[in-house]
């Protein structure tokens, strides 16, 4: 069984920084494109930022050049380093294969970005 765990999230001011992290069980998820997600309420989940087994990151335009997604396929860990947060990355951000596989969703990490 498959289990993803994500965390760092918290309340931070605008031009801050945040790193969250997520931790997979059950997979050897070394074989997959692993992304970053985020889903504001009303809205569609959207994809912030993928990285594929090589360790090439592509990222949405809204955070490009203030993200980064790395991995570390030893600890089978994905890390996103957020900073020069704005109010608009203010979500609940979750981690997955990408594409999203609807069996992988967890409960995400609340990132709140305000002053």
């Known amino acids: 069984q498959v289990h993803l765990v994500e965390s760092g999230g918290g309340l931070v001011q605008p031009g801050g920084s945040l790193r969250l992290s997520c931790t997979a069980s059950g997979t050897i998820f070394r074989i997959y494109t692993m992304a970053w997600y985020r889903q504001v309420p009303g809205k569609q989940r959207e994809l912030v930022a993928a990285?594929?087994?090589?360790?090439?990151?592509n990222y949405a335009d809204s955070v490009k050049g203030r993200f980064t997604i790395s991995r570390d396929d030893i600890q089978n860990m994905v890390y996103l380093q957020m900073n020069s947060l704005k109010t608009e990355d203010t979500a609940v951000y979750y981690c997955?294969?990408?594409?999203?596989?609807?069996?992988?969703w967890g409960q995400g990490t609340q990132v709140t970005v305000a002053s």
């Open positions: 997955n294969k990408d594409p999203g596989d609807n069996r992988y």
């Open positions: 990285i594929t087994t090589g360790g090439y990151g």
